[in-house]
């Protein structure tokens, strides 16, 4: 079975502060690929990374970097130096090796304060 | 990244109209689209897959013909709520893949979203 776990339902930091957002997935496929997604208050969801199974390299960019460790099965996202703006619902998600559907995760809703 | 355009944003009507929600690619070809119904403070839950030139794929639960799913190109896909009633009032969101596939796999891009109301 595919699952998508998120934890933190919510999180509030104030600015400046860094912040992680946990997901741990399940899943019995050898190849998959993590996603994580924004949905500001406005609604549309912006992606943000991909990551396939196979490639267990650290991403950064810019104030955002990404963990993925397969052995604990888990692809959090850590945000460095928080803005106002990062104030969102971060969802996590997940892909079979057939692109036909999305596992999401139920979103963590995050706070920036000022 | 890719554009993925949704219309209308917002529409409210009256229970028992029909009401048609557009998904349109804008700048690549999508053979799979997909339709997620957003409840307040809730994750995105999928309703179906449209795959352009067959029938589309329902998940389970969801009502095939209360919820028509019309993917006529590879760049549209339309969702048509039939005899609206409120509780079918919601926040939809369509998604369009790219058919690029890598080793990195497929992303999927988001519209906008609609939000119905249905009084």
């Known amino acids: 079975a595919q699952k998508v776990t998120q934890a933190q339902t919510e999180i509030s930091v104030v600015e400046k502060e860094d912040v992680t957002l946990d997901c741990v997935y399940e899943t019995r496929d050898t190849t998959y690929y993590l996603f994580w997604y924004k949905q500001p208050p406005s609604g549309e969801l912006v992606f943000l990374i991909r990551r396939n199974s196979f490639d267990e390299q650290n991403e950064i960019s810019g104030r955002y970097s990404w963990n993925f460790q397969k052995s604990t099965s888990s692809f959090n996202f850590t945000i460095t130096a928080s803005q106002v703006v990062d104030s969102a619902v971060y969802f996590c998600?997940?892909?079979?090796?057939?692109?036909?559907?999305?596992?999401f995760g139920s979103g963590t809703k995050l706070n920036v304060k000022p | 990244g890719a554009v993925v355009s949704q219309h209308p944003s917002w529409v409210i009507c009256k229970s028992g109209t029909s009401v048609k929600i557009e998904c349109r690619s804008l700048d690549f070809q999508a053979t799979t689209m997909f339709w997620y119904r957003q409840f307040p403070k809730q994750s995105l839950m999928l309703m179906a897959t449209s795959n352009e030139g067959s029938k589309a794929t329902y998940e389970q639960g969801v009502e095939k013909d209360k919820f028509l799913i019309n993917h006529a190109s590879l760049t549209l896909s339309t969702l048509t709520v039939t005899s609206a009633h409120p509780e079918d009032s919601s926040f939809y969101i369509c998604?369009?893949?790219?058919?690029?596939?890598?080793?990195?796999?497929?992303?999927?891009?988001f519209g906008a979203g609609t939000r119905l109301s249905v009084l």
């Open positions: 998604s369009a893949m790219t058919t690029y596939r890598d080793t990195q796999g497929s992303i999927q891009y």
């Open positions: 998600a997940l892909m079979g090796p057939n692109f036909n559907k999305f596992y």
